[in-house]
Antibody
């Protein structure tokens, strides 16, 4: 069974940093691209970043470029999102997702983790 | 960046209705489009990829069509479990943007 479990969310002040983790199981982690997607309260889905199977390629949404860094640890079957210079509009539920076998869509998702940026 | 639009933003329907949601891309994306269903407080669930390929386990009342810039998601006979918000997403070129969503609610 494919499982993705996010952790590391919480309340952080504007300008602060937070690191999200996504622990995976049930599939061969280094065979798949991985993605972060977020959803602000009451809003739609926003694609944030993705990373190639071996970590050699990373892509970001313009809204987070230069502030967020996606990474993965194959030995730990885990995905990460380092978030710096956080702003109020980064407040959202962050989902970790696996890319599909046939393309970059997301076929398995975690339950999501809430990040709140507020003073 | 490729922009995605969806219409309508809200759709009121009854059980048994045929429902169609349209998604448009600001430039051609071939068939690199997925559809997701999301219920309140839950993670999205992929229904269709590559514009028309039904994911395993998804009921056959869901279908997708289109290519280039215009795509549709059709529910042939709406069921009680289908009241939800539906999103399209392209994956032609980074960044892989989502549409704004279409909420299907009870008429």
């Amino acid at each position: 069974e494919v499982r993705l479990v996010e952790s590391g969310g919480g309340l952080v002040q504007p300008g602060g940093s937070l690191r999200l983790s996504c622990e995976t199981s049930g599939f061969t982690f280094n065979d798949y691209w991985m993605t972060w997607v977020r959803q602000a309260p009451g809003k739609g889905l926003e694609w944030v970043a993705n990373i190639k199977e071996d970590g050699s390629e990373k892509n970001y949404a313009d809204s987070v470029k230069g502030r967020f860094t996606i990474s993965r640890d194959i030995a730990k079957n885990s995905l990460y999102l380092q978030m710096n210079s956080l702003r109020a509009d980064d407040t959202a539920v962050y989902y970790c997702a696996r890319a599909g076998f046939y393309g970059y869509y997301c076929d398995y998702w975690g339950q999501g983790i809430l990040v709140t940026v507020s003073s | 960046d490729i922009q995605m639009t969806q219409s309508p933003s809200t759709l009121s329907a009854s059980v048994g209705d045929r429902v169609t949601i349209t998604c448009r891309a600001s430039q051609t994306i071939s068939r690199w489009l997925a559809w997701y269903q999301q219920k309140p407080g839950k993670a999205p669930k992929v229904l269709i990829d590559e514009a028309s390929r039904l994911q395993s386990g998804v009921p056959s009342r869901f279908s997708g069509s289109g290519s280039g810039t215009e795509f549709t998601l059709t529910i042939s006979s709406l069921q009680p479990d289908d009241f939800a918000t539906y999103y399209c997403q392209h994956y032609d070129a980074h960044p892989f943007t989502f549409g704004p969503g279409t909420k299907v609610d009870v008429k």
